[in-house]
């Protein structure tokens, strides 16, 4: 079993629908990183969260915890978020271990 | 939001040659820096672990004489692929751990095409 997993693995959704993408670790952790990748490569940070939710703009990132489980929403899906979303958790001082990723495909 | 920089972009090189790529934390200091590599449909993998002042520390299976790492101050952070080949050819992307926060940004990458 991964130490992290992410579902779904693929993603299609039309313009406008909200997306939901789930992340389960198995390690205990102070914090999760939320990643997005372009198709050209480019990582970009979205959210580093420790507990409950954080929002920025469209995107939702919520933490439990307990059950070892994170969801990021997207409201309002555009096909400018087509991307794969990663979810990253440190299992060894900073260290990240990285989730298989998210390809999100969003048509208009 | 902080930002980390990479440099160069993309750059092809001939097979044997050596191709140094930089990161740089613009705007935060960074005691430790990591080094990443991404093969196509595949997640990042962990080369080594730069840390300001000391040698690097490498993961297992990364040869260190040919990837080498040096951290000589608090914003810059340098990968060297030397001698090349084209099984090198990869997406390297480093990441900066912010000293006082202890947060992690992650530069755009860096494309190379070994010839």
């Known amino acids: 079993k991964n130490e992290v997993e992410q579902s779904p693995q693929n993603l299609t959704a039309q313009e406008g629908e909200f997306i939901t993408i789930n992340c389960s670790y198995s390690v205990g952790i102070s914090a999760l990183h939320w990643l997005q990748q372009h198709p050209g490569g480019g990582i970009v940070s979205l959210f580093m969260l420790s507990s409950g939710k954080k929002k920025h703009g469209r995107l939702i990132a919520t933490i439990n915890i307990q059950e070892k489980h994170s969801s990021l929403h997207i409201t309002a899906s555009h096909p400018r978020d087509s991307a794969v979303y990663i979810c990253?958790?440190?299992?060894?001082?900073?260290?990240?271990?990285f989730g298989e990723g998210t390809q999100l495909t969003v048509n208009p | 939001g902080a930002v980390v920089s990479q440099h160069p972009s993309r750059v092809i090189c001939k097979s044997g040659t050596s191709v140094k790529i930089e990161c740089r934390s613009l705007?935060?200091?960074?005691?430790?820096m990591f080094w990443y590599r991404q093969f196509p449909k595949q997640s990042l993998m962990l080369m080594a672990t730069?840390?300001?002042?000391?040698?690097?520390?490498?993961e297992q299976g990364v040869e260190k004489d040919k990837f080498l790492i040096n951290h000589a101050s608090l914003t810059l952070s340098t990968l060297t692929v030397t001698s090349a080949h084209p099984e090198d050819s990869s997406f390297y992307i480093c990441?900066?751990?912010?000293?006082?926060?202890?947060?992690?940004?992650f530069g755009p990458g860096t494309r190379l095409t070994v010839t």
């Open positions: 990253a958790v440190p299992t060894s001082g900073s260290r990240l271990t």
């Open positions: 990441s900066a751990r912010e000293t006082s926060s202890y947060e992690q940004y």
């Open positions: 705007d935060f200091q960074a005691t430790t």
């Open positions: 730069s840390n300001e002042g000391s040698k690097a520390t490498y």
